[in-house]
């Protein structure tokens, strides 16, 4: 039936907002991005055809190493933490025992509702050296302390962002974690039970494997917005990843190439590649969770 009507709305359908919406602001610029990152594009000008040269010259980037580096060591840090610590928050917080649930879910997710620039300033000037607001307690309580190098300690860098990813995401996680739960059926736990199994027991053999298929959702998700990290480190760090890039992020790396350099070619290229490393990341994760 719609075989024989296709070509008489067909002209409609791409003319409706949602396409033409799609094709400016997603189709188009994914298409000519790829057509700049076989160009040696610097500046306004558009340069010459350089093929996979960009793509070659990354494997030889010591800076876009080290910033692959940082980004994978910040999603080791901060992935189980924000994801296991939503799972048992939202463990919590669905238990008939624990009072004022909605009054408590709502201040885990307040934090999303902050801006990604306050966010950075507000943990910036939290964490500041010898003025921040943890340093001055350092200092006021006489714990004998030096006052700790948040934000140009090289090894504190990745600490530092896991620990503001923790406090901004792990809400978000919360949600999602939340939503799982709220879908098993109780019949399942009344099950369980009647069983003698004991609520460990059930966490561990009725509640956990049936949210495995949430638990990768959410790690493919926490893998994208790792690589796309751009706000915070820019807050905290600069554009240069603080000292020794420590705290470089992929993200960030991006933006600098292409927009303080003007390197646009190079910049493409990098976020090409940057998207194929994204969905290798997530493709293992499907397999692992389809295997389990």
Do not use: H
Request: charged fraction near 10%.
């Amino acid at each position: 039936m719609l075989g024989s009507k296709w070509p008489k709305i067909a002209p409609y359908v791409f003319i409706s907002p949602f396409f033409v919406i799609f094709l400016v602001f997603g189709a188009f610029p994914i298409v000519f991005s790829g057509v700049v990152s076989l160009i040696d594009w610097k500046g306004v000008t558009m340069g010459e055809f350089v093929g996979l040269r960009n793509y070659l010259n990354l494997f030889r980037d010591s800076d876009f190493q080290r910033a692959v580096l940082n980004t994978l060591y910040l999603l080791v840090l901060s992935g189980p933490l924000t994801i296991g610590g939503g799972l048992v928050l939202a463990v919590l917080l669905n238990s008939q025992l624990l009072r004022l649930r909605g009054m408590f879910r709502t201040i885990f997710y307040l934090p999303m509702a902050v801006s990604l620039v306050v966010a950075g300033l507000a943990f910036s000037m939290l964490l500041n050296k010898p003025f921040g607001f943890v340093n001055d307690i350092i200092l006021r309580q006489g714990l004998n302390l030096e006052p700790i190098d948040f934000l140009t300690n090289p090894l504190a860098a990745i600490p530092t962002l896991t620990l503001l990813i923790l406090w901004r995401c792990i809400g978000n996680d919360l949600v999602i974690m939340l939503a799982g739960l709220q879908s098993i059926s109780p019949e399942l736990y009344e099950a369980a039970r009647i069983d003698g199994a004991s609520p460990f027991q059930t966490f561990v053999y009725v509640t956990l494997p049936l949210m495995v298929p949430i638990i990768l959702f959410d790690a493919i998700l926490s893998t994208v917005n790792t690589f796309n990290m751009f706000a915070e480190p820019y807050i905290l760090f600069g554009t240069e990843g603080g000292v020794d890039q420590a705290g470089l992020t992929t993200g960030l790396l991006v933006y600098r190439t292409s927009f303080k350099y003007f390197k646009f070619g190079y910049g493409a290229a990098m976020a090409y590649l940057l998207g194929v490393v994204i969905f290798v990341l997530s493709l293992v994760q499907l397999r692992l969770g389809q295997r389990d």
